[in-house]
């Protein structure tokens, strides 16, 4: 019953920035972590960035550490993804999942169970 709509991505030149968001709804949504991974083409999917819903402890990938920021908004069951200094190899198709296991590796995407559509974020040089 959740569903996970992402929307924000978009063409932006090298050095811009994008916000992504994320809103989840369903008759109960009570995740444990939720996360935002990306895949271009021809490439695997890769774990971008986490967060615990309650805590709010964070997690990012090397490559984007100190231009990303994950948050999220438990009253509105919406994540956001704030991009920074963004590079042509951020390029990719970002997608939104959302789990509610506890214990699970944020990390690993077959950790999730649900997933958003994806959200193409292009970014120019």
């Known amino acids: 019953q959740v569903q996970l709509v992402e929307s924000g991505g978009g063409l932006v030149q090298t050095g811009g920035s994008l916000r992504l968001s994320c809103a989840a709804s369903?008759?109960?949504?009570?995740?444990?972590?939720m996360g935002w991974f990306r895949q271009a083409p021809g490439k695997e999917r890769e774990f971008v960035a986490a967060?615990?819903?309650?805590?709010?402890?964070?997690d990012f990938a090397d490559s984007v550490k100190g231009r990303f920021t994950i948050s999220r908004d438990n009253a509105k069951n919406t994540m956001y993804l704030e991009m920074n200094s963004l590079k042509p190899e951020d390029t990719a198709v970002y997608y939104c999942?959302?789990?509610?296991?506890?214990?699970?590796?944020?990390?690993?995407?077959?950790?999730?169970?649900?997933w958003g559509q994806g959200t193409q974020v292009t970014v120019s040089s």
């Open positions: 967060i615990r819903w309650l805590g709010g402890n964070t």
């Open positions: 369903g008759r109960t949504f009570r995740p444990y972590a």
């Open positions: 999942a959302a789990d509610d296991a506890r214990w699970m590796n944020v990390f690993s995407y077959r950790a999730y169970d649900y």
